[in-house]
T-cell receptor, first 117, second 110 residues
Framework: GAVVSQHPSWVICKSGTSVKIECRSLDFQATTMFWYRQFPKQSLMLMATSNEGSKATYEQGVEKDKFLINHASLTLSTLTVTSAHPEDSSFYIC?????????????FGPGTRLLVL | QKEVEQDPGPLSVPEGAIVSLNCTYSNSAFQYFMWYRQYSRKGPELLMYTYSSGNKEDGRFTAQVDKSSKYISLFIRDSQPSDSATYLCAMGYNFNKFYFGSGTKLNVKP
């Protein structure tokens, strides 16, 4: 299967600071990547779709000025949580669809755990 | 109504049991059906993938899709303690947007 990495795997920051999370497709190119958020014991909640060369598409209720997404290249998307607050503490996971191989489906990164103090 | 419904469990079984996990869905346009396994504090990993209807088997795992009933299943034979995880069903009409179930937490007791 395809490999997607995320960095960092966990981060602790003070309230009011900004945190950047990277998502990379290691062995394939992805014009689209997805960012999810997962609260404890809950399923994945799609936050936004990251598009290479154009603006991200945000799901309803997700603040685009709060969660900045940049799809810098065909293998890298970044999510920046701006002015983070304790309620932003969560598990953030990215995924990328791999269409050239078998199966064609989405592959997930290992996730980034964010704790805002 | 949610697009995808999945019993959150938890489901607790003894080692060696056959496990049945299920999801129902409402959108008849869905063509891609996946099962992901997620260990605690890790990202989901693809376990089984089915396009359209039918069955698919991979080792101890069997995935079934019944589009007429809008119902998918994952069977685990000879379950092992290492199978203890949360199992997420996912589906969509293309692989660019998936709809996830809430996940079923499985505990296989030695």
């Amino acid at each position: 299967g395809a490999v997607v990495s995320q960095h960092p795997s966990w981060v602790i920051c003070k309230s009011g600071t900004s945190v950047k999370i990277e998502c990379r497709s290691l062995d394939f190119q992805a014009t689209t990547m997805f960012w999810y958020r997962q609260f404890p014991k809950q399923s994945l909640m799609l936050m936004a779709t990251s598009n290479e060369g154009s603006k991200a598409t945000y799901e309803q209720g997700v603040e685009k000025d709060k969660f900045l997404i940049n799809h810098a290249s065909l293998t890298l998307s970044t999510l920046t949580v701006t002015s983070a607050h304790p309620e932003d503490s969560s598990f953030y996971i990215c995924s990328a669809p791999q269409t050239a191989g078998v199966p064609e489906t989405q592959y997930f990164g290992p996730g980034t755990r964010l704790l805002v103090l | 109504q949610k697009e995808v419904e999945q019993d959150p469990g938890p489901l607790s079984v003894p080692e060696g049991a056959i496990v049945s996990l299920n999801c129902t869905y409402s959108n008849s346009a869905f063509q891609y059906f996946m099962w992901y396994r997620q260990y605690s504090r890790k990202g989901p990993e693809l376990l089984m993938y089915t396009y359209s209807s039918g069955n698919k088997e991979d080792g101890r795992f069997t995935a079934q899709v019944d589009k007429s009933s809008k119902y998918i299943s994952l069977f685990i034979r000879d379950s092992q303690p290492s199978d203890s995880a949360t199992y997420l069903c996912a589906m969509g009409y293309n692989f660019n947007k998936f709809y996830f179930g809430s996940g079923t937490k499985l505990n296989v007791k030695p």
